[in-house]
């Protein structure tokens, strides 16, 4: 009921699916239930990247395509799942790293037995990365303040400064309802949150420099000017001040 033309015919017999065996067989134990066969998981993995499927998706197309099952080293069609989609998770645990790295190996010297590919197109690989994602957290004026606020209070804690108040609390629920309001188009409200944070941000910095008066040793340590400005930091001005312009 299938082709021996189609391109998974042809690979499935090009593949030297006994390397498999003889790199994978360590991770399995002779007690127990019995493991499922070697050349099932490595074909429907090699499947399920191949198609950008996820572990149930391999699975559920595996049982409606005869190709995918005679890939697999079956002979019959099959009717049922072959297997539970969360054991794929489990066995690429199981092989790890290198073991994923032996199956993209065995690829490769398919292709090059083939003839599919050349030896010289391996030389050199280009990625793309721009479609990755990254973590990048952007410094907003919210986010600088309050990071600043929770920094002079950290360092007050750890050279036994006792605070008026910290703002901590205060601070944080300003800089969420800021948020909040900027994603809401409210700019009008976050502004005035973003006032509150540099408020709370200037009590706490006044209220150290009125501490740390006279102590050099403290002051080298806050990094604070011998005449501090009666507002902020002027380093924190500056990176308002740089962020703002930025973001014009």
């Known amino acids: ?20 065996d003889a790199a994978f067989g360590g991770f399995y134990r002779p007690v127990g239930r019995p493991a499922k066969p070697t050349r099932l998981m490595v074909g429907l993995h ?11 998706e391999t699975v559920e197309r595996w049982v409606e395509n005869p190709y995918w099952q005679y890939f697999c080293g079956f002979e019959f ?9 969360s054991t794929m998770t489990r066995w690429r645990k199981r092989i790890g790293p290198d073991g994923l790295s032996a199956m993209l190996k065995a690829s490769v010297d398919a292709a090059l037995d083939t003839g599919t590919v050349k030896a010289s197109s391996l030389e050199r690989i280009t990625v793309d990365t721009t479609v990755q ?6 410094p907003t004026d919210g986010r600088l303040c309050l990071k600043a606020l929770m920094s002079l209070v950290r360092l007050a804690k750890r050279f036994g400064i006792d605070l008026r108040q910290s703002h901590t609390r205060l601070a944080k629920a300003a800089a969420l309802r800021a948020g909040r309001y900027a994603h809401a188009r409210q700019f009008r409200r976050m502004r005035r949150e ?18 740390i008066a006279g102590n050099l ?32």
């Open 77 to 85: 069609f099959q009717t049922e799942f072959p297997i539970d989609p």
């Open 194 to 211: 973003l006032k509150k944070l540099r408020t709370y941000l200037g009590r706490v910095y006044r209220d150290i420099c009125r501490k």
């Open 133 to 138: 994602s990254k973590a990048i957290a952007y």
């Open 1 to 20: 009921m299938i082709n021996m033309s189609h391109p998974l015919v042809k690979l499935t017999k090009v593949m030297d699916w006994s390397r498999f």
């Open 46 to 56: 090699y499947l399920k990247h191949v198609h950008d499927l996820s572990d149930e």
């Open 217 to 248: 040793d403290l002051a080298a340590r806050f990094d604070v000017p011998q005449n501090p400005s009666p507002r902020m930091p002027s380093s924190f001005e500056s990176n308002l001040e740089r962020i703002r312009l930025n973001r014009n």
